[in-house]
């Protein structure tokens, strides 16, 4: 079953509340079910990861963190 949403990837959302509030970006994911989105640049969390065959240093990356889809809005 399909859960209908106000935004689906490639729009163009701003962030209306939390911590990233007035941040504008590109939805790059949409989780329904869990009532999530990633927005582009507008959580930017930092996650460690270990040694492995695409990145054998290992270490810290950068990545988009999810933002409740309620507190996007279409722009």
């Known amino acids: 079953m399909r859960i209908k949403t ?3 990837k490639g729009d163009q959302v701003q962030v ?3 911590n990233q509030k007035g941040k504008q ?3 790059l994911e ?3 079910e869990k ?3 990633i927005v582009e640049g ?3 969390i930092k996650k460690a990861i270990r040694k492995s065959e695409q990145n054998p240093d290992g270490g810290i990356i950068e990545q988009d963190g999810p933002i409740a ?3 996007v809005k279409k722009i």
């Open 6 to 8: 106000h935004v689906k």
């Open 16 to 18: 209306v509340a939390g």
């Open 25 to 27: 970006g590109t939805v």
């Open 30 to 32: 949409v989780n329904a």
């Open 35 to 37: 009532g999530q989105v």
């Open 42 to 44: 507008a959580k930017v």
């Open 69 to 71: 889809i309620s507190n």
